[in-house]
């Protein structure tokens, strides 16, 4: 059996499912993980929850929107600044966040009143802003306010506003993965149609499943700009409201997170026959087929094939320039739900590193299967990890570096693995060719850190070198490299800016003939 | 009379200064050495809050959730905590503290986590546990009343009143520090150490500025063990710094076991610091030595560089922590600044009878508005509506005021995770007045030089 058990884990033997190792033969039918099943209490597991899932990962990205909890105030604090998805609209869904505080009166005697009056005051204080999101919590679920009530009560009031409703309290579900499952839902069923689309090209897409954490969407959006398509919606990455109420005028949905989105898209082909189309912006290899199957798509390869030579010759020597130093490195890839497959293999194939483990925290089987089919023999992957599980994982597998969230990368840096934030990134962004470089740099960075070489020396016991007053990092990745290698004239480190998004936004595009 | 003591307006809350109750009872478990809490409710009220105190202190602990889904939210989840309590204990050996936070999720269904248990002590403990060292502590904290400092006040009374237990007279003090910084506890026990008081420092927190070292440590912890805990009915008298942070606790102290208590004032600023040093000897009998009074004129000195020439007259707002933000004003006005607008996030009605606030309202010779149940909009608006403001203090969740207004901003309290190690620095005692001193001139400095304004003044200082 393929089955890895944990020592850890022993104990709880229902654990016993959720790991694999992958072997020389087996197949995906031998080594799948169970997965997205309740969280057994007490293993201290990575999950969060379904409020946060909608509200915090797919709601608050849209970027012209007053984003409402209505519950007491520790969901909307505790979800606030928290990840980095940015926007052109100078942040605003950063910056600003929305509790009705609801009190312990409000539990007893309900608390629609109360939701009301926050729901006019936040419009009074932002009278800029015309539209609303409203995040049901755990307590207002419980107590049964009908929040769907109050908003259409406040939109019949207040002709000039729109607000959406989603219902989808902490509790719904094993993990933040039912809350995207809930906000895709509410989303079609409620606002998609409600909008007539203005359509400005003959090629027009819905982005799907893309939360510009650090820019990422703002990237893709050139190059499909490029392309002279018209992006229609966001969904919902520094995605406009208005726009994504009319998703249901585009020609294809490009989808690019498929755990946490592919329910609308799903829904969009259904109720509305739109083809959907699953991409992928990390990597050179991904990323340029993608671009060329949504030219394909549209009749319009050349245009594709264009940005791909462009980007290719302008980044693959710095990126090479990592692979030659990265190879053989071993990485964890430990995000959340979909990265451990969008960015095992390609990771392998693209910078020479070794995927030695994945782990998802809400990833359903779907996510394992790919994940697992992508990298290497011998990984081992894990389903909703937990603290000593990770641990165990770290001390046995010895990575050089991993990829996870801030505060399991607190607990690999204290046993000496360097992490890079898989959910916010270190330097992102990190789609798009450049960004693919800014990842492999940042990766660079964090193993060849001349800081963490001494943090492997005991200076009590062992022979302090005092061989001069510094390293640099070449210093260290260089020793086993070639002459030609170390000299060549077609590699090159990075040599982009710190702030690769501002100027995107200052960018005109060509016109293309309709 | 100029200071005005008002509570906000608004039903909502934009931009909270405060999270809610369960926070603050974790923050409080964290400092107990072998406790690991299981808080009862959904993953999101553990994992967001470890991601919190994670990113402020920029360590990892462990915190449990009974991951309360669906069909506990209807059918009762008293079987999570169960399992919770089991797998935990199967699985750390060493845990023998763990107290059971609820949320307003498990309040609301009216889980009796106190009957929990009791039959858990009765069966599990009894039984597959018998002979091992294990506490279960029921934490009452309904999310929808008060706020984190509540949680936290709470959470120390229950720690403490769950341990305490009656014995020979062990001659310390028992000093509740309330929600600081491990740089905090190190200037406490520095002040402590020369003063040769023995104390019980409730909590231990110094060690979560923890190292990286050789044979790997892979999480942080506090310090203060079961011990220390049952031994607090046996001081010589209890110091409690702040009133909102640890006081219940030692009120129960002084009720339970007539432990003779003196809460406040947080040792913020030079003068607080004096009285802290008065309480200490009042308490213990011992002197206040040289090395202190050296201490202090250190502090002195430095500040007198600052004080006349650059920070007076300067208008500030304050955010945060009840006690931290009565103690800066209080450390402000010294320094001849004017604290013009003190926001107190949260709805707890006696801030009205706090003497040092009713202090305030009798001698601020200018205006200056007290907001309670406030957020940071009751900052931004206020500067929307002209309020000008040469320096905010507050923490990081307040940063985007500072930014898009252009006012400095000095990175005070809980959490400043936008900051460099701010964890390790106090803001009390001697040290931390020299600290906070220095932070606003040199935060006014760097803003100085960056819109040009006298920045030239600097050449000659």
Known sequence: MPYHEFDCSKCIPERKKHAVDKGPEDDLTKALPLGYLNTIPGSISERGCAYCGAKHVIGTPMKDVIHISHGPVGCTYDTWQTKRYISDNDNFQLKATFATDVKEKHIVFGAEKLLKQNIIEAFRAYPDIKRMTIYQTCAT????????????????????????VCNSPGFAGPSQSGGHHKINIAWINNKVGTVEPKITSDYVINYVGEYNIQGDQEVMQDYFRRMGIQILSTFTGNGSYDELRSMHGAHLNVLECARSAEYICNELRVRYGIPRLDIDGFGFEPLSSSLLKIGRFFGIEDRAQKIIDEETARWKPELDWYKERLMGKRVCIWPGGSKLWHWANVIHEEMGVKVVSVYTKFGHQGDMEKGIARCEQGALAIDD????????AMYKLKPDVIFTGKRPGEVAKKIRVPYLNAHAYHNGPYKGYEGWVRFARDIYNAIYSPI?????LDISRDDIPGDGGF??????????????????????????KYDTISPLREKTYPEFNK | MNCELITKERAGVINPIFTCQPAGAQFASIGIKECIGIVHGGQ??????????SQHLKESFEIASSSVHEDGAVFGALNRVEEAVDVLLMRYPDVKVIPIITTCSTEVIGDDIDGVVIKLQEELLNTKYAGREVHLIPIHCPSFVGSMIHGYDTAVRDFVKYFAEKGETNGKINLLTGWVNPGDVTALKHLLAEMQVDATVLFEIESFDSPLMPDGNHTSH???????????????GTLALNKYEGAKAAQYLEKEFDIPTIIGPTPIGIRNTDTFLKNLKRMTGKPIPESLVRERGIALDAITDLAHMFLADKKVAIYGNPDLVIGLAEFCLDLEMKPKLLLLGDDNLSYAEDPRIKALQENVDYDMEIVMNADLWDLEGRIKDGLELDLILGHSKGRFVAIDYNIPMVRVGFPTYDRAGLYRHPVVGYAGAIWLAEEMANTLFADMEYKRNKEWVLNVW
Request: proline share 2%; aromatic share 4%; glycine share 4%.
């Open chain 1, 141 to 164: 679920a419980l107590i049964g306010d009908d929040i769907d009530a109050i908003a259409q009560e406040v939109m019949d009031e207040m002709p000039d506003v729109d607000i959406f």
């Open chain 1, 385 to 392: 990890p937990n603290e000593l599980e990770s641990l165990e």
């Open chain 1, 452 to 456: 963490h070489q001494l943090s492997y």
């Open chain 1, 471 to 496: 390293r640099t990092q070449r210093m260290i990745s260089d020793v086993n490299l070639s002459q030609e290698v170390r000299t060549s004239k077609n590699l090159r480190e990075y040599t982009g």
């Open chain 2, 44 to 53: 999101g009220c553990v994992m967001f809050v470890r991601l919190l105190i």
């Open chain 2, 222 to 236: 506090g310090n203060t063990t079961i011990a220390d805990l049952k031994d607090t009915a046996n001081a010589i």
